[in-house]
């Protein structure tokens, strides 16, 4: 997807750089960037509070993390029992993916100005367990 994704920003004017490294230890400078985008990535990696701290470390301030994510359902809903009936194949089928992590609150304890946090559910019988957040946080 860089290929395109490059090709879309240079049409547009926009000045992008995508460097292949792992996310708990980006090779940036302390408050270097303006934004950082992920979608759908805390689910999969490792520690998910490591990455939203190198995240927020790179961030200048006033600079904006942007972020759509797969989360835990309620406690005691039916979408959570789900969840967590289907963890297992769901990490094989989507690359690693836990759907039973507490994103929200990893966002929330990384020490971000201002956090908005939208939670929300795409219904389809193909992905049931499929509870998530989308919003930006300020550093």
Known sequence: MHGGLLNRAARRGIDVEIRSVAGDAIDLDDQSVDAVISS??????????????????????????????????????LLRRIQHGVRRPWTWVFEGCSCERDLAAVIHAAGFASVEIDQYRIRSPFLPANAQIAGTAIA
Request: net charge positive.
């Open 40 to 77: 759908l990535l805390l689910c999969t990696v490792a520690d998910p509070g490591r990455v939203v701290a190198e995240i927020r470390r790179m961030l200048r301030p006033g600079g904006k993390y942007a972020f759509l994510e797969h989360v835990v359902a309620p406690e005691g809903s």
